[in-house]
Nanobody
Framework: QVQLVQSGGGLVQAGGSLRLSCAVS????????MGWFRQAQGKEREFVAG????????YYADSVKGRFTTSRDNAENTVYLQMNSLKPEDTAVYYC????????????????WGNGTLVTVSS
């Protein structure tokens, strides 16, 4: 019954910005973390960012630190990933997920996956 619906992907030039959203339905409140992952074509899925239930704790992969920001609006049951200074190597399908735990090393034990959204960054 819990669903994570994503939006905000698209095509952007290098140096540009994009904001992804992930709306959770089927549950009004959770103390779980939300994570962001991405998977480029031909590569393994990798951790991007994580955020705890109230947004007080945030974690980022070294590759995106300083450029990406995750946030959440619990009143709207939505988590966001603001992506700035995008690089061609950021091109991937981005997924949000509800997970049990995040740290600076990643997010773990996925409970629900979002549907994914494609981000393409041109040179």
């Amino acid at each position: 019954q819990v669903q994570l619906v994503q939006s905000g992907g698209g095509l952007v030039q290098a140096g540009g910005s994009l904001r992804l959203s992930c709306a959770v339905s089927g549950r009004t409140f959770s103390t779980n973390y939300m994570g962001w992952f991405r998977q480029a074509q031909g590569k393994e899925r990798e951790f991007v960012a994580g955020i705890n239930w109230n947004g007080g704790m945030k974690y980022y992969a070294d590759s995106v630190k300083g450029r990406f920001t995750t946030s959440r609006d619990n009143a709207e049951n939505t988590v966001y990933l603001q992506m700035n200074s995008l690089k061609p190597e950021d091109t991937a399908v981005y997924y949000c997920a509800e997970v049990d735990y995040c740290s600076g090393y990643g997010c773990y034990r996925v409970n629900y996956w979002g549907n994914g959204t494609l981000v393409t960054v041109s040179s």
